[in-house]
């Protein structure tokens, strides 16, 4: 779980700079590049702002890798939406909808640690594992941003989407592994 974690903070960190940049380059987009480019930031921030506020409130029995795997999902339709079939108003309605579960996934994340960790080694885990969660942060921020300038628009969609698809599927086997180590 910790590994989809580093890896979804790692696309997301570079999405908002790999989007303007592919959002620059694409000529097929239906909206100006300012307003498409005004309306992913709200769309990410509100999202991202509701989720946390109402995490309480919503998803609170369903299983963090279930969060997980349901946010590399909708990323990958929010790729194949806005870079393959250019439809600017779902795209923008599936990344609200990503950073809304994403917002959830946060806090659950810590709430799910302040309970599950030992008080006497607590600070260390949380340490250890932003540590780990950050350390992807200026990697994705470089890498994501990079393969569009050097890829190309079409590639670099296509490499974002296969590297979420395998975060699916190694989701799926650890959660489908947890789930029989819970059986047994």
Do not use: W
Request: net charge positive; charged share 10%.
């Amino acid at each position: 779980m910790l590994t989809s974690l580093v890896f979804e903070n790692f696309v997301f960190s570079g999405m908002f700079a790999y989007v303007s940049i592919t959002l620059l380059n694409d000529k097929y987009i239906k909206l100006p590049y300012s307003v498409s480019i005004l309306m992913f930031s709200v769309s990410m921030g509100a999202g991202y702002l509701l989720g946390s506020i109402f995490a309480d409130k919503m998803l609170n029995h369903v299983p963090l890798p279930l969060i997980s795997m349901v946010v590399d999902s909708l990323t990958i339709c929010f790729f194949i939406s806005m870079f393959i079939f250019h439809q600017d108003y779902f795209s923008f309605a599936i990344i609200f909808l990503i950073y809304l579960l994403f917002g959830k996934f946060d806090t659950k994340i810590y709430s799910r640690t302040v309970v599950a960790v030992d008080e006497k080694i607590l600070a260390s885990f949380r340490t250890k594992m932003s540590s780990m969660v950050n350390a992807s942060l200026p990697i994705g921020t470089f890498a994501l941003p990079f393969i569009a300038t050097t890829m190309g628009n079409m590639s670099s969609c296509l490499l974002v989407i296969f590297c979420m698809a395998v975060n699916l599927v190694i989701l799926l086997f650890a959660t489908k592994e947890a789930f029989n180590l819970k059986k047994a």
